[in-house]
């Protein structure tokens, strides 16, 4: 057994923290007005950093390493998990690296192994203006999405109890909540906890706020912010933070504890968690542990506000020490048992922990609440988390009976991931890859899964549906028979060989990709075995982002002429009889409208910014009058190109009306008319 390593001294990179990482996204696909729209999702996305995303993939390129790190990194033979002092110069070489070049203001790590603490430590600080060093055992990490393992964990409490049954009809269990009968096929605790319950997405304006006094009881949340459901249940997973937040609600209503309350009492407590919280903001003994977050301002770090899940607590509020979660992480690993005291009973870890949906059965799947993940052949569950500003990850391996939680204060949430990696490649390395397939049939399927394709989840119904321009990917088809896929999972594209019917090897990478097609050999799905809660699926034509950018352009190009033929034309255009002068004025009014229409979205998206996170401003509901005027007067133009057509200069009108109706069609598909807010 290795000895417990404690912090012995602040390290911190005091250079400023990055800016959210969705921001860049959107500057580097920004193009003309869909750059605009776009900013609708980054503002959004930007406060709630990725907490209600499940975590994302590492990118394949390596991050650069000093030769120090490198000496430490060598993984061949094996490194001896229980040799303290090397596990310590590991993190401290791989930690050095990650706060040096990724602006990392505090982070902490805790490795546990057959029932103990093997080892934690803290890096940088929990306050930089005050010097004070991040504690392990004390600083508060914001653990976002981690927080779901311990709703998860009080939904099998009362399975135990008798009091929840996993296969029953949610509405059974809520009251003044009603989950409509959209399909045949009631949604039940199973199907939330595998992440199958086939709710749309949906954050826009009221996920996240840093205003205490704007926080809602969860069955309010519940009642207000409804998603529509798009599929029946148990068939497809895509991740919900509503469906999460739900069986919170669930756990008040049948306890009949507030869930604050409940998990304070039945797991905190128990578990002798007593640097934790999931109430907000933290009870006032935790204050004084509380991280500061930071963001980059004028090239220097800011301190940012803490943020209130409010509403949706159960799916993202918990603030929690490192060395604490090791308690919860021993218990889930020792069949329920921390101590002398059982939060569950062994055979109910079990099946907690064992595989209940997969989308391919050759890669890992979800469990009840925890997912199962592959590193280096290794199986694993645990579950990742993110708020704008912190990002963890929480791993168990039960057949090793390891668990390692690492936790970053940074806008940079790949860090975890790089970390995570580099621990399981220096102490549980790869196995030999598996060799490439060739042939005709390879090079035909290539062809045949290449096209768009987009995530399960994502919004349908409401203005949150444009996030999906920043989502979709590209699979496009090689010569040999590999496949390149852009998009949102780095900054480089990755290019996978294929291993297998259906089942390709990312090149340079550790993750593989699998199809799934109909009857009629048509591809419908792409996964991902690192997202087994969210797969990807076939992108009609008309919502391809490829197809919209494409037809945008050329709309706007029209506007522009027919703004500089007007400008030329002036004199000829009065001499005109009536209709044709009135088309030619009314083509000029749509595109006059549709750039400042443009222009004002920008302006408004830019000077409320973040303000998205926690509500829709005034500015930009005024600001959708817009689009709707936009659509009547294309509609006018239309009708009076139709009564003017009688020459060449009705061509012209004829293109411009053209595209006022294509900018109208992406208005109305990406729900951008009207007011359509969650």
């Not at 005091?14 to 750059?35: I, K, P």
């Not at 600083?139 to 009091?163: A, C, D």
């Not at 840093?210 to 309010?220: A, C, F, G, L, Y």
């Not at 009708?639 to 200069?649: G, M, Q």
Request: hydrophobic share 45%.
């Amino acid at each position: 057994m290795g000895t417990t390593f404690i912090a012995r001294g602040p390290r911190v990179n005091e250079r400023a923290l990055d800016t959210s990482a969705a921001r860049h996204a959107v500057n580097r696909r920004g193009r003309g007005l869909v750059s605009a729209s776009l900013w609708i999702a980054c503002a959004a996305l930007a406060p709630l950093g990725a907490w209600a995303e499940p975590p994302r993939a590492t990118a394949p390129e390596p991050a650069p390493t000093p030769a120090a790190v490198s000496d430490v990194n060598a993984t061949s033979p094996r490194a001896d998990l229980n040799d303290g002092a090397a596990l310590e110069s590991f993190f401290d070489g791989v930690f050095d690296v990650e706060m040096k070049e990724h602006h990392v203001a505090g982070a902490a790590v805790a490795v546990v192994k057959d029932g103990q603490l093997l080892f934690t430590k803290g890096y940088g600080y929990q306050d930089i203006d005050r010097a004070i060093p991040i504690d392990p055992y004390k600083t508060l990490f914001r653990i976002g999405s981690t927080t779901k393992l311990l709703t998860w964990t009080s939904v099998m409490q009362l399975v135990e109890q008798g009091k929840l049954d996993l296969d029953k009809d949610v509405n059974a269990y809520l009251k003044d909540v009603k989950i409509p009968a959209t399909y045949d096929k009631p949604i039940t605790l199973r199907d939330i906890m595998t992440h199958t319950s086939g709710f749309e997405e949906g954050f826009l304006g009221y996920l996240i706020t840093n205003d205490p006094q704007k926080q809602i009881p969860i069955k309010e949340a519940m009642q207000r912010h409804m998603p529509a459901r798009v599929r029946p249940p148990g068939v497809m997973s895509s991740y919900s933070n509503y469906a999460t937040a739900l069986a919170g609600l669930i756990v008040e209503q049948v306890s009949g504890e507030p869930y604050n309350d409940y998990i304070a009492r039945h797991i905190f407590e128990p578990l002798d968690m007593q640097f934790a919280a999931v109430q907000e903001p933290v009870p006032q003994r935790l204050e004084p542990y509380v991280a500061t977050n930071y963001k980059q301002k004028n090239g220097a770090p800011v301190a940012e506000k803490y943020e209130i899940v409010g509403g949706f607590r159960p799916a993202g509020s918990g603030a929690v020490s490192a060395v604490d979660v090791t308690h919860f992480m021993i218990a889930h690993l020792q069949g329920g048992r921390y101590g002398s005291n059982q939060i569950l009973k062994p055979e109910t870890a079990q099946l907690m922990h064992k595989t209940a949906f997969q989308l391919d059965p050759r890669f890992p799947g979800m469990a009840l609440g925890f997912y199962h993940s592959n590193h280096n052949g290794l199986d694993a569950i645990g579950h990742g988390g993110d708020v704008a500003y912190c990002h963890t990850d929480l791993l168990l391996i039960p057949a090793r009976q390891v668990g390692l939680f690492v936790s970053f204060y940074t806008t940079d949430n790949r860090v975890r991931e790089r970390v995570v990696e580099a621990f399981f490649d220096r102490y549980f390395p790869a196995s030999p890859e598996a060799k490439t397939v060739t042939g005709a049939d390879v090079v035909a399927a290539a062809r045949r899964y290449a096209g768009s394709y987009e995530f399960t989840r994502r919004n349908h119904s409401k203005i949150d549906k444009l996030l999906s321009f920043t989502t979709q990917m590209s699979v496009s088809a090689l010569p040999n028979g590999n496949l390149v896929v852009s998009g949102v999972l780095g900054p480089e594209p990755w290019q996978f060989r294929p291993v297998g019917e259906n089942l390709y090897q990312q090149i340079g990478g550790k993750f593989h990709l699998a199809f799934r097609s109909d009857a009629q050999g048509h591809p419908t799905h792409m996964f991902f075995d690192f997202l087994p809660f969210m797969p990807m699926e076939r992108t009609p034509w008309y919502e391809r982002t490829g197809f919209w950018y494409g037809a945008l352009a050329l709309a706007f190009l029209m506007f522009v002429a027919a703004l500089v033929r007007a400008g030329f034309r002036r004199r000829e255009i009065k001499a005109l009889p009536v209709a044709p002068r009135r088309a030619e004025r009314l083509a000029l009014a749509v595109a006059a409208w549709a750039l400042a229409t443009v222009a004002v979205f920008a302006a408004v998206l830019a000077i409320n910014g973040e303000g998205f996170s926690s509500g829709i401003p005034a500015s930009f509901k005024l600001a959708l009058t817009m689009p709707v005027i936009f659509v009547v007067l294309a509609a006018v133009l239309v009708i009076a190109t139709f009564r003017a057509w009688k020459d060449r200069r009705s061509v012209f009108l004829s293109l411009v009306a053209l595209a006022a109706v294509v900018f109208s069609l992406w208005l109305w598909q990406w729900n951008v008319l009207g007011w359509q807010f969650g």
